[in-house]
């Protein structure tokens, strides 16, 4: 009788529980392992809670329109039940963002110089409450990512154009997520990060990519690319985020360069 051969069977995408997997001892001896056995083994030691702290999915339920937010693990289950995410909900610090799903690759942030906020000039040895010029511990204070879109969004002109989805500030404005009834967070409630919002993003990126990993077509976030900020240094430059190592820069030109947009929003009805 011929032995089944590994290469010759199946492939298959799930596991049921009444499968066994065959394991190997270092004499070569196998034996037969379930499931949960397995699962328990590879998980031994590793917090898988972790992955979650401080992360939600919102959604805005369709009955009622109420926004409603659920640990990630639960999200599965009631989108299948028809319901839309609008993003993924993280808290640090005494603050939230909602992180949206999909974001926009290769954008400018204006058609030609513009100043959006006032903006008194400084350095980084000049620290002050206010963002300044390249006084990067005041940008990375700055939360304000909701004002300064709102600026540069008021700053545009056929001069100089900020409002349209294809620059930074102008895709956040009009980006939307409805559910079948039409309520979410729908075109005005996004805004371009600050870098104080997009270092949340930062630092909660792989918790945030899993929650990701569960809304079906959502994007993850790349953590290998330049991610645009609406905290501006001056009329012609932008603060820059790399999310490969957290390289925070000044010297993102508005106009010549281009990033990538994710925008973000706050947990509203």
Request: net charge negative; glycine share 8%; proline share 4%.
């Given at each position: 009788m011929?032995?089944?051969?590994?290469?010759?069977?199946?492939?298959?995408?799930?596991?049921?529980?009444?499968?066994?997997?065959?394991?190997?001892?270092?004499?070569?001896?196998?034996?037969?392992?379930?499931?949960?056995?397995?699962?328990?083994?590879?998980?031994d030691?590793?917090?898988?809670q972790?992955?979650e702290?401080?992360?939600f999915?919102?959604?805005?339920?369709?009955?009622?329109?109420?926004?409603?937010?659920?640990?990630?693990?639960?999200?599965?289950?009631?989108?299948?039940?028809?319901?839309?995410?609008?993003?993924?909900?993280?808290?640090?610090?005494g603050r939230?963002?909602?992180?949206?799903?999909?974001?926009?690759t290769?954008?400018?942030?204006s058609?030609?110089?513009?100043?959006g906020?006032n903006?008194?000039?400084?350095?980084?040895?000049?620290?002050?409450?206010?963002?300044?010029?390249?006084?990067?511990?005041?940008?990375?204070l700055?939360?304000?990512?909701?004002q300064?879109?709102d600026?540069?969004?008021k700053?545009s002109?056929?001069?100089h154009?900020?409002n349209?989805?294809s620059?930074?500030?102008?895709?956040?404005?009009?980006y939307?997520?409805?559910?079948?009834?039409?309520?979410?967070?729908?075109?005005?409630?996004?805004?371009?990060?600050?870098?104080?919002?997009?270092?949340?993003?930062?630092?909660?990126a792989?918790?945030?990519?899993?929650?990701?990993s569960?809304?079906?077509?959502?994007t993850?976030?790349?953590?290998g690319?330049?991610?645009?900020?609406?905290t501006?240094?001056?009329?012609q430059?932008?603060?820059?985020?790399y999310?490969?190592?957290g390289?925070?820069?000044l010297?993102?030109?508005?106009?010549?360069?281009k990033?990538?947009?994710?925008?973000?929003?706050?947990?509203?009805?």
């Open positions: 011929e032995k089944a051969k590994f290469n010759d069977q199946t492939t298959v995408s799930t596991v049921n529980s009444n499968q066994k997997f065959p394991i190997t001892d270092p004499s070569g001896n196998i034996t037969l392992v379930s499931l949960d056995v397995l699962k328990k083994a590879i998980a030691g590793l917090n898988l972790a992955i702290d401080g992360i999915i919102m959604y805005h339920r369709t009955s009622d329109g109420y926004p409603l937010m659920v640990k990630p693990y639960k999200w599965p289950s009631i989108e299948a039940s028809g319901e839309v995410a609008d993003g993924v909900v993280v808290f640090e610090g939230h963002i909602v992180v949206a799903p999909t974001e926009a290769a954008l400018p942030w058609s030609a110089a513009v100043q906020d903006i008194n000039y400084g350095n980084d040895d000049n620290f002050a409450t206010e963002v300044t010029g390249n006084n990067r511990l005041a940008a990375m700055d939360f304000n990512g909701r300064h879109t600026a540069a969004i700053a002109s056929s001069a154009v900020t349209t989805a620059y930074a500030p102008g895709y956040c404005r009009a939307s997520r409805a559910n079948s009834k039409g309520k979410g967070l729908t075109a005005g409630y996004w805004w371009l990060p600050s870098v104080g919002e997009s270092l949340m993003m930062y630092a909660n792989l918790k945030i990519n899993y929650a990701l569960l809304i079906k077509g959502a993850q976030l790349d953590l690319t330049w991610y645009w900020t609406s501006e240094g001056s009329s430059y932008a603060w820059g985020l999310f490969s190592d390289h925070l820069s010297w993102l030109d508005k106009v010549q360069d990033g990538h947009v994710r925008p973000v929003s706050a947990f509203l009805r």
